[in-house]
């Protein structure tokens, strides 16, 4: 029904730069918001930066100004743009969507969180 497909991690230099890519293959309903989330080991799940459909963005603080997301609303597909990389950047990142709530052929989806796998980003110092 969903599938979040991530690409883009890996590991780099502090300084350096990386662009993760999540491509949603969903047939059932219209994507609202589109978004990353990442956890580091010992930490909670949090929000990285979230875009909807009509392109507002919204952005954890200490991303802002190095971290870029965007998102082609025609191929269902969000980016994180992530210069200037630190290690506290460290973590595992999740690609998130979300429904335009609604009904679909009668239905009725809400704006539930839908979930990729995951990629590991790590950057050393």
């Known amino acids: 029904q969903v599938q979040l497909v991530e690409s883009g991690g890996g590991l780099m230099q502090a300084g350096g730069s990386l662009r993760l890519s999540c491509a949603a293959s969903?047939?059932?309903?219209?994507?609202?918001?589109m978004g990353w989330y990442r956890q580091a080991p010992g930490k909670q799940r949090e929000l990285v930066a979230r875009i909807t459909r009509a392109g507002s963005t919204n952005y954890e603080n200490s991303v802002k100004g190095r971290f870029t997301i965007s998102r082609d609303n025609a191929k269902n597909t969000v980016y994180l743009q992530m210069n200037s990389l630190k290690p506290e950047d460290t973590a595992v990142y999740y690609c998130?969507?979300?429904?335009?709530?609604?009904?679909?052929?009668?239905?009725?989806?809400?704006?539930?969180?839908?979930w990729g796998q995951g990629t590991q980003v790590t950057v050393s110092s």
């Open positions: 969903v047939s059932s309903f219209t994507i609202n918001t």
């Open positions: 998130n969507v979300r429904p335009l709530a609604g009904y679909y052929r009668g239905k009725y989806y809400p704006d539930n969180d839908y």
